[in-house]
């Protein structure tokens, strides 16, 4: 009999896998919100280290889950919070970026991989140009939005990241069949026109399907049910038709977005919502953890190359991913519609701004979920020529996301491109409108008679207070004494109520649920009342 310590079967490895990056995530997120790290950079690098610990399983995942899995919902739920006028207002310079950008890099990453390492294969080369073309626009975002940066370029960057998705999805897509068959150049882009053009309309379709069918839905569980398949329904289809799936489901989601959930009650509202955060919120996070633990395989896999073809391919794709952005976003115009006639104006954004939007090309989720989806194929020389497309993109990821996101403040700095205060403008310009509107409708039911002035004194006040906030915060001036000292024991009063809800909780006088639901009530109120 041998000692020694037996490997886990598949329900261990799982086990031990789930357990590794429930850890992961949760003290990733800690370190996260005490720097001004990105939290996945903190998640690529903690799956990382582990995969390395003595003892650790390998942890493969299946190409088909991920795209089947985890792409689905993250392109829904992207499309479901972006504003289609606001796609419209910027179509050109988002154009430009979706989709003559992704092109460009594409290509530019594909042909210096090919050029320095033919052994990598047109093909690979072309595949991994794929994958690394699409930004993911959540760090930056979250920087840029920080800072207070002008809302053009979120708005410019989260729209490029919409759609530059799909496409470079449906190039990837193009390059995975190219692995098993002779695509022509003429061939290629009719593929691309056909897989991307079909998936849209499929799309199109499904979710003005959906619009019409949720128009029936009024309860919460049952419109959140269909919300979690219609992703699947748009996707699955599409892409057993060879068509995008990821632009279909990307398209529901858009539709989706624009009909909205007013039809549900607030509480229906607050619910749906927050279950899509924190489901896009696992996914992404797992997504990243899963590169970290398979970095070992991976490493281990790409032996049968030559050192310096790895770490030469993985330079030249950070390189070029970074210089072809910046070099794009300074010498190709920025172009704007024009009100008056011609089509287009080459003014287009100031170049501070192409400077910014060229740094915040910082690549995420997407370009995970693809690198994990390339199919392995057969034979060592497949296994080691995947490996070597998942570790550039791992490099590629890294790189952006640390050495690009943490810059990237310093640089809005220079740029005099911090303290935009134009959206909180607009925020408190319509919170006066809304508390305005309040106080008429007021008015309005006191004049009616039907219920009594000192009933509805209460609320008068509530909205007067609310009001007079808003006019000395529109007047820069710090909120009055008597609003400040009408906060503090306002959020008194709701601890108060908190720890009484406790003890009688803990007295037995009332169950657990009773406890949880007048808790969330207050917890409502209370975050009602933060700024």
């Known amino acids: 009999m041998t000692g020694g310590v037996t490997p886990p079967g598949p329900s261990g490895t799982a086990l031990v896998g789930a357990a590794v990056i429930a850890a992961v995530l949760v003290v990733s997120r ?17 799956g990382a280290a582990v995969s390395f610990l003595p003892g650790m399983p390998t942890i493969r995942l299946d190409p088909q889950v991920v795209f089947l899995g985890f792409l689905p919902p993250l392109v829904y739920h992207a499309g479901f919070l972006t504003s289609p006028r606001e796609l419209r207002a910027n179509a050109v310079p988002i154009g430009l970026g979706a989709l003559g950008l992704v092109l460009v890099t594409t290509f530019a990453v594909a042909g210096a991989v090919f050029g320095a390492v033919p052994t990598v294969g047109w093909d690979a080369a072309f595949i991994l140009g ?168 991976v490493a281990a896999a790409t032996a049968s190359y030559p050192l310096h073809d790895v770490v030469l391919v993985a330079t030249l794709s950070v390189v070029s991913v970074i210089g072809v952005r910046l070099c794009w976003w300074l010498a190709v115009p920025t172009l704007r519609v024009r009100p008056e006639g011609r089509f287009v104006d080459t003014g287009g954004v100031p170049w501070q701004e192409r400077v910014a939007l060229g ?74 409108r809304l508390a305005e509107a309040a106080l008429h409708e007021l008015d309005r039911i006191g004049d009616e008679d039907e219920v009594a002035e000192s009933e ?42 908190h720890q009484v809800l406790r003890a009688l909780h803990q007295e037995g006088a009332i169950s657990f649920a009773v406890m949880r639901d007048l808790s969330r009530r207050l917890d409502l109120e209370q975050a009602s009342l933060e700024p």
């Open 30 to 46: 800690a370190l996260a919100r005490r720097s001004r790290v990105p939290r996945p950079v903190f998640l690529l690098v903690a």
């Open 130 to 297: 794929a994958i690394v073309a699409p930004t993911d626009p959540v760090a930056a975002s979250a920087v840029l939005n920080r800072l207070g940066a002008p809302a053009s370029i979120v708005t410019i960057l989260e729209g490029e990241s919409l759609v530059n998705d799909g496409i470079a999805l449906s190039l990837l897509t193009i390059g995975i069949a190219g692995l098993t068959s002779t695509i022509t150049v003429p061939g290629g882009m009719a593929d691309f026109a056909r897989v991307a053009l079909g998936g849209t309309a499929f799309g199109l379709a499904v979710g003005w399907l959906a619009a019409r069918m949720r128009r029936y839905v009024h309860e919460a569980s049952s419109d959140l049910i269909v919300s979690l398949v219609l992703p699947f329904i748009a996707y699955l289809p599409a892409d057993a038709l060879g068509l995008s799936g990821v632009l279909s489901a990307l398209v529901a989601g858009l539709i989706a977005g624009q009909q909205g959930t007013s039809r549900l009650a607030p509480s229906g509202r607050i619910s749906v919502v927050e279950f899509w955060r924190v489901l896009a919120f696992l996914l992404e996070s797992v997504l990243f953890v899963l590169v970290g633990l398979q970095l070992r395989s």
């Open 359 to 432: 740094w915040s090309g910082l690549r995420g989720a997407i370009s995970l979920a693809a690198a994990l989806s390339i199919p392995i194929g057969a034979g060592n020389h497949a296994a080691a020529k995947r490996g070597l497309l998942v570790l550039a993109a791992f490099c590629v990821i890294a790189v952006t996301l640390l050495g690009q996101a943490t810059t990237l403040p310093f640089l809005l700095r220079r740029l005099n491109l911090v303290g935009d205060e134009t959206e909180q403008h607009q925020r408190m310009l319509a919170e006066r």
């Open 456 to 497: 509805l004194a209460a609320l008068r006040e509530l909205y007067e207070q609310r009001l007079g906030r808003i006019h000395a915060e529109l007047n820069e001036d710090e909120p009055s004494l008597p609003e400040q000292t009408m906060a503090m024991v306002q959020h008194r009063l709701l601890a108060t109520q």
